[in-house]
């Protein structure tokens, strides 16, 4: 299947405006693809040959930034499409309330968010499972303090190399 792209590139500056303006988008697309429906096969058992023919069409492919897409088959006219309007960047997922406004202007508390603070007041902002730090700190190993660095890794080199000479 041989296929034949041609991309546009747009590019404008307003220096007194400080703007810039840069595209860039695939514009046509020629593709050559068999075409359905159109084909012969023939076999001949006695001569033992067969013969097979498919038929081909170009296909053609337009877009635009507009969201105008027409394709259809060379020669026989192209069908316009209207894409539908896709926002380039994400949704946001945090919209902050607007600063300024009156309780009456805001949004409710989502449900999952008003049971959480419920159940926070309810416990009166108290863990059930609360440990003071002296009693976390007691089930730890006790620190070791190194005076210099480099002394804990000579002492292991020369038992290690004592090691080695005992066998």
Known sequence: MATSELSCEVSEENCERRE?????????TLSTRPEEGCSLHEEDTQRHETYHQQGQCQVLVQRSPWLVMRMGI???GLQEYQLPYQRVLPLPIFTPAKMGATKEEREDTPIQLQELLALETALGGQCVDRQEVAEITKQLPPVVPVSKPG???RSLSRSMSQEAQRG
Request: proline share 0%; charged share 35%.
């Open 20 to 28: 810039a303006f840069w595209a860039e988008w695939k514009d046509l």
């Open 74 to 76: 060379l020669g026989r």
């Open 151 to 153: 002394a804990l890794r």
